[in-house]
């Protein structure tokens, strides 16, 4: 084989690295534009992922702005019924409206009863009127219209009433039961009083001794009844009494004398 010259061998050596480092050169190119456009494919897909996103939301946006309006312009042309509402701006039903909610629709007097589509007002106990107007009704004004004792008087109060027996002419009790307790001569003691009413002994007044005969020694302002005669049988029934001080005796219907108080001196006869 033909050898070349030293010179010209070393110039195709040359030639031959020469055309390497080109072609590794353009290799290295070709490699960092390659980079270059998977940077930017991805750059661009990561920006259609992100406007997908954006349009779909819009849509939902969009069909749920339809919606609304939808039901917007059905509550404008389907109104609801009186008593009735739409409970909200989505809502496509109406519902009931509870009127017993706002204030002062019925008489402050009377009290609100909801039903469906509209609502009741009814005044109270001792009131009349048509529950939007209320006024107070006078018991006392006939008597029918309470349940005091005809010797009681009648006290008209506001949606009420109340009764007091005639104490002046001697009555008392609770107002719807009054007893007479009109006092015989001679039954009012220095610090008690008694009475007979019915075969049965009553007293009030100062209880020192246990003088009132209720088995207590306390103060009573109104009649009590003495436990010993309270009219249930001939021994327990009285027919006449008397006072003392600070005791008192009454004879029964079968003539047995009963007293009852203080007995420091023996005044009640029982040895």
Known sequence: AMQLPPV??????????????????????????????????????????????????QSIALRKQSAALETAVQQISEPCLPG??????????????????????????????????SFECECGLGFSGNGHNCHDVNECSTQLGHS????????????SYSCECDASNGWFGNGTHCYSLKLPSGMQSYSHTCAILDYAV??????????????????????????????S?????????????VSSCVISLNSSLLCWGANGFGQLGDG
Do not use: M
Request: proline share 3%; net charge negative.
């Open 8 to 57: 010209l061998a070393l110039l195709v050596a040359l030639s031959l690295v020469q055309t390497v480092i080109a072609d590794s050169s353009a290799l290295d190119k070709l490699s960092s534009q390659v980079q270059d456009l998977n940077l930017t494919t991805s750059r661009a897909l990561e920006e259609l992922t992100t406007q997908t996103r954006s349009l779909l939301e």
């Open 84 to 117: 009735f509402f739409y409970p909200n701006s989505t809502a496509a039903s109406c519902e009931d409206f509870d009127e017993c909610t706002v204030p002062d629709v019925c008489h402050p007097k009377a009290s609100c009863l909801n039903t469906h589509g």
């Open 148 to 159: 005091c004792h005809a010797n009681a008087n009648c006290l008209n109060t506001v949606g």
């Open 202 to 231: 009553y007293c009030w007044g100062f209880n020192g001794g246990g003088r009132l005969g209720d088995g207590s020694t306390t103060t009573r302002r109104t009649p009590v009844l003495v436990s010993t005669l309270d009219g």
């Open 233 to 245: 049988d001939s021994r327990k029934s009285a027919q006449t009494i008397a006072l003392g001080r």
